[in-house]
């Protein structure tokens, strides 16, 4: 006999999945819709609140048997929209393609977390996956916009993508010990683009100082995007890439709420993930550079306004600070003010302390800048410190040198090897310039209808993205629209068609069970010196997973949801 049954006859007062039907009639299609709860599936018991309804027992039998429970109140209105929700959830689990015992622990998850969304909320808090939730308020945190089942990506497949982002990161450290080239590339882009043309002046500025500055340190994240067991890269960053510590703290919440719901086995599989401490990883890459910096005294200053990531900010302070290094926090704006640069030693000093190294959080897109705030950005520029990035890791940091890369010539150039560039070739996306296309617009569309119509292709700013890209109609659109000019400043991308899985999406007004895609994103740091590596090491990943069918994909934009990795 089904459980469903059992229940029925145990609560005969209590209006069940079936029930259900005749009270919420406007509900009728959709609970039509969804497959009968038998034993082994999941079910719906909606229970009226009355004197003689047994409604904590009930309850537990839910609970137990992998029912959704959910009360109403005799005479009131009953939350329509949470219960629709509720049900084609489950309907979406219910008929989607996976095995048996992947829909259970799906759908598992799913009830018990919007049952017991007190528990699910605290987990994440507790975890500290938590931002501001506005940035003119220092002391109101809010959880993250989640998911509540992890990426699961092949073990071998994550080896390779760390393997390969090994080599790409050695690629890159080389073009930013060579100025020239970098000046050379920006030639065209830097006269009618003056965010560009503001690093490029300080490229040569820094070129032509007297005060030697050898040390680099860059903090890169490789992003990539699963089709099958193909990667795709979906851009290098190279600007002090952040979320790391967020989505390892992400994974241990998802270990929390395996405990706290009796997942064990869940939780066992996840700690392979946990391997990688991303809060160790920042502080690693900034002890080394303290060190290689050689002054005991001097301190780290993280460059940064008020924003919503402040946990992420601070991730490294504690174990610096059990270093015994202190980490400091500046504004632009107080930096203008309270920053010296000793003019024969090239060395910056804030409030009197030597500053080894400045780690920018801040300045990464042109309206962060006043031309007192460039003045600053210049002056650390050439100071003798440290910069996470310097002026060349974020002019290579645009899209365009994704582009520049592409070319084989130019990884020989840098005495990278053909093989080497086969092995990472595989998993770049073609592509294009409009200068590819002879500067003809008609030539580029046609190419575009020639290889598999506009939904094959992203059109990107081919500087710091911030969500600007294009995809389907509106890339003609963009093309027709803009001037010659205007559409050199793009770089045109195959698409990559991200494989799908089910998954579960939290803003915390809603849970949803979606088709979800995710983006992986692989961390290393470099610290060079005078073009060779002084101390390397690879972090763990960020996983951002967003709805199957959303074009852009950033956190801060609300379009996608941390996550964390789970390795089959
Ligand atoms: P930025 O992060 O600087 O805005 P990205 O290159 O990461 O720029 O693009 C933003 C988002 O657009 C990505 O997170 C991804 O979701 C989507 N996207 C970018 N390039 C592609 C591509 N080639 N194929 C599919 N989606 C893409
Ligand atoms: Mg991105």
New binding site residues.
């Given amino acids: 006999m089904s459980v469903l049954t059992t229940l029925s006859q145990q609560y005969p007062s209590v209006p069940t999945l079936t029930l259900a039907v005749s009270t919420v009639s406007s509900l009728h299609s959709l609970l039509a819709s969804t497959p009968r709860a038998d034993s082994n599936s999941i079910g719906y018991i909606l229970n009226t609140v009355s004197k003689t309804t047994p409604a904590l027992p009930l309850a537990s039998a839910c609970r137990q048997y992998g029912y959704l429970y959910r009360q109403t109140v005799e005479g009131q209105d009953i939350d329509k929209a949470s219960i629709e929700n509720d049900i084609s959830n489950l309907h979406r689990i219910n008929t989607c393609s996976l095995d048996a015992q992947k829909k259970s622990i799906l759908a598992k998850r799913y009830l018990d977390t919007a049952m017991h969304m007190e528990d699910t909320a605290l987990a994440f808090a507790e975890c500290r996956c938590l931002k501001r939730s506005n940035e003119l308020i220092p002391q109101g945190f809010e959880t993250f916009p989640v998911a509540f089942c992890p990426a699961f990506i092949k073990k071998s497949v994550y080896d390779t993508a760390r393997e390969e982002t090994k080599i790409q990161n050695n690629l890159w450290m080389k073009l930013v010990y060579n100025p020239d080239f970098l000046l050379e590339q920006c030639k065209e882009l830097e006269k009618d683009d003056d965010f560009v043309m503001r690093f490029t002046n300080i490229i040569r500025k820094v070129k032509d100082s007297k005060i030697k500055q050898g040390l680099k340190l860059a903090i890169s994240r490789n992003?990539v995007?699963l089709q099958g067991d193909q990667f795709?890269?979906?851009?290098f960053?190279l600007i002090a890439s952040s979320l790391g510590p967020i989505s390892q703290r992400h994974s241990q919440a998802l270990g929390r709420l395996n405990s706290i719901f009796g997942d064990s086995k869940e939780q066992e599989k996840l700690s392979e993930a946990q391997l990688s401490n991303n809060e160790e990883f920042l502080f690693k890459a900034m002890k080394d550079t303290y060190e290689a910096y050689g002054n005991p005294k001097a301190v780290i200053v993280m460059v940064a306004r008020k924003e919503k990531n402040v946990f992420d900010q601070y991730a490294p302070q504690t174990l610096l600070l059990q270093a015994g290094i202190n980490y400091r926090r500046y504004t632009f704006e107080e930096l203008a003010e309270l920053m010296e640069i000793d003019a024969d030693t090239g060395v910056a000093r804030v409030m009197g302390e030597e500053v080894c190294l400045f780690y920018f959080r801040d300045g990464y897109m042109p309206d962060q800048y006043t031309d007192k705030t460039w003045e600053v950005r210049e002056k650390i520029e050439l100071s003798k410190a440290v910069k996470c990035p310097d002026a060349s890791l974020q002019l290579v940091n645009m899209?365009y040198f994704q582009y520049v890369l592409n070319n084989k010539a130019h990884w020989l150039k840098f005495g990278m090897s053909e093989e080497q560039f086969a092995i990472c070739r595989k998993s770049f996306?073609d592509i294009f310039s409009l200068s590819d296309f002879g500067d003809d617009k008609a030539k580029m569309l046609s190419h575009i209808e020639n290889n598999g119509g506009l939904d094959e292709?992203?059109l990107?700013?081919q500087r710091?993205?911030?969500?600007?890209?294009f995809?389907g109609q509106h890339i003609k659109e963009q093309i027709d629209k803009c001037s010659i000019e205007e559409l050199k400043a793009f770089i045109l991308?195959?698409?990559?068609?991200?494989s799908v899985q089910m998954g579960i999406h939290c803003d915390w007004k809603s849970v949803r069970v979606r088709e979800v895609?995710h983006?992986f994103g692989f961390f290393q740091y470099n610290l060079w010196r005078d073009n060779s590596p002084v101390s390397t090491a690879q972090g763990g990943t960020l996983v951002?997973t967003?709805i199957n069918g959303?074009?852009?994909?950033?956190v801060g934009?609300g379009?996608?949801v941390i996550n964390s990795v789970q390795l089959e």
Avoid: L, T
């Fill in positions: 992003d995007m795709y890269q979906v851009e960053n899209k996306c292709w992203v990107k700013p710091e993205g911030g969500a600007n890209n995809f991308m195959r698409k990559i068609h991200a895609i983006e951002r967003k959303v074009d852009e994909g950033g934009m379009f996608a």
